[in-house]
């Protein structure tokens, strides 16, 4: 089992920064590939970044790519999302989740563990 809580939420103006944390029980983080998802009110939960294990391999969704990094300290137990720029519509509840697996997926079914969620709203 692995239990994740994400912290760092908040409200923030449009342009503004952000950064989240996700922090996991468990010996074995350094095995599962992470992801952050989001969710907005009436819209499926969808994708925003993946780090491989190693922190080697990253992916982002086309909408964040260049204002969000997403990071990972295995050390810590913990991977990170830097959100810059936040745009209106960034706006959402924003899950970490787990995948015991080396390769980074984009769906949320694929995943086997999740935090409760942070809420992020920006402001215009």
């Known amino acids: 089992q692995v239990q994740l809580v994400e912290s760092g939420g908040g409200l923030v103006q449009a342009g503004g920064s952000l950064s989240l944390s996700c922090t996991a029980s468990g010996r074995t983080f350094s095995s599962y590939t992470m992801g952050w998802f989001r969710q907005a009110p009436g819209k499926e939960r969808e994708f925003v970044a993946g780090?491989?294990?190693?922190?080697?391999?990253?992916y982002y969704r086309d909408s964040v790519k260049g204002r969000f990094t997403i990071s990972r300290d295995n050390a810590k137990t913990t991977v990170y999302l830097q959100m810059n720029s936040l745009k209106p519509e960034d706006t959402a509840v924003y899950y970490c989740?787990?995948?015991?697996?080396?390769?980074?997926?984009?769906?949320?079914?694929?995943?086997?563990?999740w935090g409760q969620g942070t809420q992020v709203t920006v402001s215009s």
């Open positions: 780090i491989s294990w190693s922190g080697g391999n990253r």
């Open positions: 989740a787990a995948r015991a697996g080396v390769v980074v997926t984009t769906t949320p079914v694929s995943f086997d563990y």
